[in-house]
């Protein structure tokens, strides 16, 4: 792995001579990829010390640079720094700056003699590791029993546990990092997104707790298929799941910014989850007028060069349109077993005019929606992964079924409606519900009704979301009757719909069976599958 440090450090060195990168996102950057290839310490530092020269960076700052990912507290402490490039513009480090507004550090990172744990060991008096499931550039993933569930004779007690390694909990943010994680996946409560429990720390040592998967990481499976890809049958429940999980990020207004197969987790019943929203980013927003969170993880200046956008590596404001391109990526990767530019960034694949091969097996409708997502520009990209599911699956063929249809939408007989309606309300009451989850079913149902309004104006792909928003609201609280009353609305127009075409119907019924639980047994739907 040490032929890996040279190309590494010219990376860094030239990102922070052109000022791409300040000395606290170049620091992280490094650890990081140092981390997750195994790079010898003394290697990477000759190595930076010989890019110095040859990228015209004052040497100054790479020894600075070398104190920070040496753990050197002098270093970690010292006040913002000028790092001078090859042209003498002085570029002042923001990352300092910004840390010193947001007080003290101490108050944020775990001090600099932290532990490092080994099977065995007992966190917080609670969780007992029991083996080491994976190592990334922040942390270490264990396997652990907690032991408060086994006491309470919990059937599964086990967990994962992310523990910040030594080296990167040195970095003055990741202390906030790790939090941001936990607090941004807390409130993405949905099935393909990985379920995290808690954010606490034992002594020096920062950790969150989240539910223990079982089953591969996507990169083993891309891995294992390199040269072929996977059957498209077996791929298209894998590509919408992680399409769902992301359109669901993306409508809280949150961008993962670090998407790739090692961050996609598939289970053993084949349920996609996407995972680390270390980096994740918030999107701007003009009309948001709560408090604002002063941390921004792009001051980490993580991120992977083969998944990035260009726009990620200018250090422009996020867009959920960054994480369809890596997306995108992703999906080519499962469907071909190739990433569709060779593993090159964005910068360097447009440079080299490389052609987007087109992938056997899929429709052209379904090709041209993947080609969008792999589009260098911003713009041409899919918005988010709700505006890719509208156009790579049914959406589609629904949208074309309104249009075209001429059948009004037929009356439900008395009769029929009683035989269906099989609601009686969900087990548990409303009040009962975690407040944070009230809070999700209410702004479901807000967002749902302001769907249906935009449908009943004209716009059609809003019957869709409107869909959407109420079988995430039933997803949360079973049984529920506002959500049961918003599914049937939904279900009965896109039925009505397309009733005079036997094939869409047919269609029609099965992407609604798919798209909530209670519509799978829903009368008019079961009906019409």
């Known amino acids: 792995m040490t032929k890996l440090a040279a190309p590494l450090a010219s990376q860094i060195v030239g990102a922070l001579a052109s000022g791409r990168l300040d000395l606290a996102g170049a620091s992280a950057l490094l650890i990081r990829r140092a981390d997750e290839n195994e790079l010898p310490l003394d290697t990477l530092t000759q190595a930076l010390r010989e890019e110095a020269s040859s990228h015209g960076l004052d040497p100054s700052a790479v020894e600075e640079l070398i104190a920070v990912i040496s753990g050197d507290p002098a270093a970690r402490d010292a006040p913002a720094t000028a790092l001078r490039a090859p042209d003498g513009a002085t570029r002042v480090r923001p990352g300092a700056a910004s840390t010193a507004a947001r007080g003290p550090v101490d108050a944020r990172r775990a001090p600099e003699a932290q532990e490092e ?39 599964k007690p086990e967990v994962a546990l992310k523990i910040l390694n030594q080296r990167f909990a040195q970095h003055p943010d990741a202390f906030v990092a790790l939090q941001r994680e936990a607090s941004k996946a807390q409130t993405l409560a949905h099935p393909n997104i990985v379920t995290v429990f808690d954010f606490d720390r034992d002594g020096a040592s920062v950790f969150i707790t989240m539910e223990l998967l079982l089953g591969k990481s996507l990169e083993e499976v891309v891995r294992a298929t390199r040269g072929r890809g996977i059957d498209r049958r077996a791929a298209l429940p894998v590509i919408r799941g992680m399409a769902e999980g992301l359109a669901y990020a993306h409508r809280k207004g949150i961008v993962h910014s670090d998407l790739k197969p090692a961050n996609v987790f598939l289970t053993q019943d084949r349920t996609p989850k996407i995972l680390d929203f270390g980096i994740a980013r918030a999107v701007p927003s003009a009309g948001d007028s709560g408090p604002k969170d002063e941390f921004d993880a792009g001051s980490l200046g993580a991120y992977t060069e083969g998944y990035a956008t260009e ?80 156009l790579f699956f049914g959406a589609t063929r629904l949208r074309n079924a309104l249009i075209a249809a ?61 869909l959407s928003y109420y079988a995430e609201a039933y997803r949360l609280h079973k049984g529920n009757r506002e959500a049961v009353k918003g599914l049937r609305r939904a279900a009965n127009e896109m039925l009505g719909k397309v009733r005079g075409d036997p094939a869409a119907l047919h269609e029609t019924a099965r992407s609604l069976a798919e798209s909530s639980e209670y519509l799978k047994t829903y009368g008019p739907v079961v009906d019409a599958e």
């Open 406 to 466: 001429v059948a009004v939408l037929a009356a439900v007989s008395a009769g029929l409606w009683y035989r269906n309606y099989q609601q009686t309300g969900p087990s548990v009451p409303f009040e009962e519900l975690p407040p944070a989850t009230q809070s999700q079913v209410k702004a479901d149902f807000a967002e749902g009704e302001k769907a249906w309004a935009f449908y009943q104006q004209g716009i059609s792909n809003a019957l869709t979301d409107s």
């Open 117 to 155: 744990f080994d099977v065995g060991s007992l966190i917080k008096g609670r969780f007992k590791l029991e083996s080491l499931v994976g190592r990334g550039g922040m942390g270490m993933v264990f396997r652990a029993l907690d032991l408060r569930k086994v006491e309470a004779r919990d059937p």
């Open 311 to 390: 726009e990620m590596m200018d250090g422009r404001d996020p867009a959920p349109a960054d994480d369809m391109y890596a997306f995108g990526i992703i999906v080519y990767e499962l469907l071909t077993g190739n990433h569709p530019f060779a593993g090159k960034s964005a910068t360097d694949a447009r440079a080299s005019n490389m052609p987007l091969s087109p992938i056997r097996g899929l429709s052209r409708r379904e090709w041209q929606t993947l080609a969008r997502t792999l589009a260098f520009e911003r713009s041409k990209r899919p918005r988010d992964a709700g505006e890719f599911l509208r």
